[in-house]
């Protein structure tokens, strides 16, 4: 979309986003070669927004692929900025200096607590949300 938008000369302030989960969503091969052809055709036009929580479906992130995504994303030539994925005017502030860049696209770090800030604290930073949760002491 930001790519027709930017060749077709579609709505001159049009700027697309997207929301991203960045501890497993960023494993896949479609995400990094959507990433480098916006790069390559400069979409400044596009926002990527990454939570980043720490954890992936099945688990720690860490102990699954512990890649460090804003050094790629660099090395590949976006913007980026971070913020904390729980402060309303901070990620405005980011999407506001995002706009800005020029020439390039651009993508946004959140630091997020799994589960968090929704008042339900032992789901927090937690394998309960996970597909495969370890077994219950109960089922031993």
């Known amino acids: 979309m930001a790519l027709a938008n930017k060749t077709r000369g579609g709505c ?3 700027v697309v986003y997207v929301l991203m989960g960045g501890d497993g969503e960023l494993n896949e091969g479609q ?3 959507a990433s480098m052809t916006a790069v390559k055709y400069g979409l400044d036009n596009l926002v990527a ?3 980043l929580n720490g954890y992936q479906l099945d688990g720690p992130a860490s102990s699954i692929k512990p890649i460090n995504y804003a050094r790629v994303f660099e090395a590949i030539g976006w913007n980026i900025l971070y913020g904390n994925g729980h402060d309303y005017e ?13 020439g390039r696209p651009t993508v946004i770090f959140l630091s997020t ?3 968090g800030r929704g008042g339900i604290k ?3 930073n937690t394998s309960k949300q996970t597909l495969n949760p370890p077994p219950s002491r109960n089922s031993q």
Request: charged letters at 30%.
């Open 31 to 33: 995400a990094w070669e």
């Open 12 to 14: 001159s302030d049009g």
């Open 113 to 115: 607590v799994r589960g």
């Open 90 to 102: 901070d990620i405005i502030r980011l999407i506001t200096k995002a706009r800005g860049t020029r």
């Open 49 to 51: 927004i990454v939570s």
């Open 122 to 124: 032992n789901l927090e």
